[in-house]
C-alpha cells in the first residue's frame, strides 16, 4: 500500500509539471551554483544505485569545468537524475557512464554536454521518439513498471525550456550471443554562463592563475609550453606602461614582447608573430590608429586582433566606435583593471582564464575529470583496435590506470569498459575524441 501511495504522489507530481510546461507556466529558476559539487552529487547517488545491481558506474568530464555556472539547479538535476536512474533501472549487467563535456564559447558561456549511456536493451527506431510521449516505454523496458512515465516527456520538455534538446541514440551495440540490438545513449546540449568563485564573493579582481586555449591545451605559471603559449605585442611609447603589462601578463603564461611607437609594429610583427596586439592610442610620429591601419593593410597581419588601450575624456561609447571603425577589435579605458584586460585578452583569443580557488574545489574537480595520456598511447591503442588486440588493450588500460598519479584512471576505466565487451569500434571511436587532427 505505501509503494502504491509513492507511485500515486510521483504519478500527481509529474502530471502537475507537465501541465506546467503546457501552460507555459514553468518558469526556470537560475541560480550560481559549483558545478563540481553539484556533478559530484549527482555521481554519489547514482554510484550506490548501480552498486546494488552490480554495475559498472564510470563518471567524468572532457574539457576545462567553470566553477561556478548560472542555470536552474534544482531542473537540471531533476533531468539528468531521471535520465541516470532510468539506465540504472533499465541495466542489468555491464555499465552506466555519465560523461560531461565543457566547451567555452566565449569566455563568458559553456557548452554543457550531457551524455548517459548504458548496456541495457536497445531502444528500435521506430520507437525512439515515441518515448518521450506521455506514459510511453520501449521493447524490453515495459517489464519495469515503477516510475510515472512521465519523466522523459517532461526531461525533454525542460531541456529545451533551457535553449537545447534531449536526443536518444540507440542500439548501440549488438548482443554477442542473440544478435539483438543493445545499449543506449541519451544525450543534450545547453548553453550556461560560468562565473569565478571571486567574482561571486564580490571580489573586484578575481586571481587569475592561468589560462587554458581551446585548440592546445592549458597554462599557469610554472607550466609552460613555448609552442602553445600565447604571444601579445605591447605598443605603446612609455616604458612604465609597456611594464606594468608585461608584469601582469607573463606571471600567467603570455610571451610578451614590446615596440615604443608606431613605426616599429611591423618589424615587431615579423620578429615576434604576435597573437594579439595591445595598441595605446596616443604616441608620437605614428599613433595607435595609423599603426592599426598599417597592421590590418597588410598582407600576413591583418587576422591579428587589436585591443586599444587610452586614457581619454570621450565617452567610452563614442571611443569605442571610432575604433572599431579604425579596425580594432576592443577598446580598454585607462585606468584599467586586471580582470577587465585579460577578460577581454580571452574574448579576442578563444582561450578560457583559470582562477584560483580553495583546495577542496579543485580536488573535487580532478575526481571528475576524464584526461587522455599522449598521443602516442593514443596512437598506440589505435593500432592495437585496428588489429584487434584485446588483450593487449586490456594490459595497457591496466597501464594507464597507474601513470601520472592516477591522472588518467576515469580514461583508462573507460577503456577498459569497452576491451571487456569487445567493443572495437566503440574503443575506436572513444580514442578518436581525443586524437589530434
Known amino acids: 500500500m505505501h509503494q502504491s501511495g509513492q507511485?500515486?504522489?510521483?504519478?500527481?507530481?509529474?502530471?502537475?509539471?507537465?501541465?506546467?510546461?503546457?501552460?507555459?507556466?514553468?518558469?526556470?529558476?537560475?541560480?550560481?551554483?559549483?558545478?563540481?559539487?553539484?556533478?559530484?552529487?549527482?555521481?554519489?547517488?547514482?554510484?550506490?544505485?548501480?552498486?546494488?545491481?552490480?554495475?559498472?558506474?564510470?563518471?567524468?568530464?572532457?574539457?576545462?569545468?567553470?566553477?561556478?555556472?548560472?542555470?536552474?539547479?534544482?531542473?537540471?538535476?531533476?533531468?539528468?537524475?531521471?535520465?541516470?536512474?532510468?539506465?540504472?533501472?533499465?541495466?542489468?549487467?555491464?555499465?552506466?557512464?555519465?560523461?560531461?563535456?565543457?566547451?567555452?564559447?566565449?569566455?563568458?558561456?559553456?557548452?554543457?554536454?550531457?551524455?548517459?549511456?548504458?548496456?541495457?536493451?536497445?531502444?528500435?527506431?521506430?520507437?525512439?521518439?515515441?518515448?518521450?510521449?506521455?506514459?510511453?516505454?520501449?521493447g524490453d523496458r515495459l517489464k519495469y513498471s515503477e516510475g510515472s512515465g512521465l519523466g522523459l516527456t517532461i526531461s525533454r520538455k525542460i531541456i529545451r525550456l533551457m535553449g537545447g534538446d534531449l536526443q536518444v541514440t540507440s542500439p548501440l551495440n549488438k548482443?554477442?550471443?542473440?544478435?539483438?540490438?543493445?545499449?543506449?545513449?541519451?544525450?543534450?546540449?545547453?548553453?550556461?554562463?560560468?562565473?569565478?568563485?571571486?567574482?561571486?564573493?564580490?571580489?573586484?579582481?578575481?586571481?587569475?592563475?592561468?589560462?587554458?586555449?581551446?585548440?592546445?591545451?592549458?597554462?599557469?605559471a610554472g607550466d609552460k609550453a613555448p609552442d602553445d603559449q600565447k604571444k601579445i605585442l605591447i605598443v605603446d611609447d612609455k616604458l612604465s606602461n609597456r611594464a606594468v603589462l608585461h608584469d601582469i601578463l607573463a606571471p600567467i603564461g603570455f610571451i610578451t614582447s614590446e615596440a615604443k611607437d608606431g613605426c616599429e609594429v611591423i618589424p615587431a610583427c615579423e620578429r615576434q608573430q604576435p597573437d594579439a596586439i595591445l595598441m595605446d592610442l596616443r604616441m608620437p610620429i605614428i599613433d595607435g590608429f595609423s599603426a592599426t591601419k598599417l597592421i590590418k593593410t597588410h598582407p600576413h597581419f591583418s587576422h591579428i586582433p587589436v585591443i586599444a588601450i587610452s586614457a581619454t575624456v570621450a565617452t567610452q561609447d563614442t571611443v569605442t566606435k571610432r575604433c572599431r571603425k579604425h579596425g580594432f577589435s576592443a577598446y580598454i579605458n585607462k585606468p584599467y583593471s586586471t580582470i577587465k584586460l585579460l577578460e577581454t585578452l580571452a574574448r579576442e583569443l578563444k582561450i578560457e582564464l583559470q582562477y584560483e580557488c580553495d583546495e577542496a574545489e579543485d580536488s573535487l574537480s580532478k575526481d571528475l575529470i576524464m584526461v587522455s595520456p599522449s598521443q602516442e598511447i593514443l596512437k598506440q591503442i589505435q593500432t592495437l583496435s585496428t588489429n584487434g588486440d584485446i588483450d593487449s588493450i586490456e594490459k595497457l588500460a591496466k597501464e594507464i590506470v597507474t601513470m601520472d598519479d592516477g591522472r588518467y584512471k576515469a580514461f583508462a576505466q573507460m577503456l577498459q569498459l569497452f576491451a571487456e565487451d569487445f567493443q572495437l569500434s566503440e574503443i575506436e571511436k572513444f580514442v578518436a575524441r581525443y586524437r589530434k587532427k
Open 175 to 220: 548482443h554477442p550471443r542473440n544478435g539483438e540490438g543493445v545499449g543506449s545513449r541519451f544525450f543534450f546540449s545547453i548553453d550556461v554562463a560560468m562565473l569565478s568563485v571571486a567574482r561571486i564573493a564580490g571580489k573586484k579582481d578575481p586571481q587569475v592563475c592561468g589560462y587554458i586555449s581551446m585548440e592546445k591545451g592549458g597554462h599557469a
Open 7 to 138: 507511485h500515486l504522489l510521483m504519478l500527481i507530481n509529474d502530471i502537475l509539471d507537465l501541465s506546467k510546461i503546457e501552460a507555459d507556466k514553468m518558469e526556470l529558476v537560475t541560480t550560481d551554483f559549483r558545478l563540481s559539487t553539484f556533478l559530484k552529487g549527482i555521481e554519489d547517488i547514482i554510484r550506490v544505485r548501480s552498486q546494488k545491481k552490480g554495475l559498472k558506474f564510470i563518471c567524468g568530464h572532457t574539457g576545462s569545468l567553470p566553477v561556478i555556472i548560472k542555470a536552474d539547479e534544482l531542473r537540471l538535476r531533476q533531468v539528468i537524475l531521471n535520465l541516470l536512474s532510468n539506465s540504472v533501472k533499465f541495466t542489468d549487467k555491464g555499465y552506466c557512464t555519465f560523461i560531461v563535456k565543457a566547451e567555452n564559447i566565449d569566455g563568458y558561456m559553456l557548452r554543457l554536454t550531457v551524455i548517459i549511456e548504458d548496456s541495457g536493451p536497445g531502444i528500435v527506431p521506430q520507437m525512439q521518439e515515441k518515448i518521450f510521449s506521455p506514459f510511453q516505454q520501449s
